[in-house]
């Protein structure tokens, strides 16, 4: 009895052919027509993002299931004026990695006065 190799295939959605495009530098041309409208509705929208923010997202340190934080939020939070919610995430991001540091800090500051 041998294995029998199944090939697998996943199905994407427009939106994330479009975003894997963009990321990895897929020609327009090489898509579907509804992933075409989609990779021209996402390169707008990253367009009007502050660089900053472009950068965090390119580097994945800030994403939900590979997914910028950006678009994760905004399908889950109700739109409110005046507020961004991927602001909010990143804001929350540099929040939390200054605690992290204050408590490595105060681990180590604590470690050295218990050694003596």
């Not at 090489?30 to 009007?48: H, M």
Request: hydrophobic share 45%; net charge positive; aromatic share 8%.
């Amino acid at each position: 009895m041998g294995v029998r190799k199944v090939p697998i295939t996943l199905k994407l959605t427009p939106e994330q052919e479009a975003a894997y495009a963009l990321d990895y530098g897929v020609s327009k041309a090489d898509l579907k027509p509804a992933v075409q409208a989609e990779y021209d509705r996402l390169l707008a929208e990253r367009r009007a993002r502050p660089r900053v923010r472009a950068a965090l997202d390119q580097t994945g340190l800030i994403s939900v299931g590979g997914r910028p934080v950006d678009s994760w939020y905004r399908k889950r939070i109700p739109k409110t004026p005046g507020f961004d919610p991927g602001e909010a995430a990143v804001a929350y991001a540099w929040i939390m990695t200054a605690l992290a540091v204050l408590a490595m800090a105060t681990f180590i500051v604590l470690m050295l006065v218990n050694a003596r």
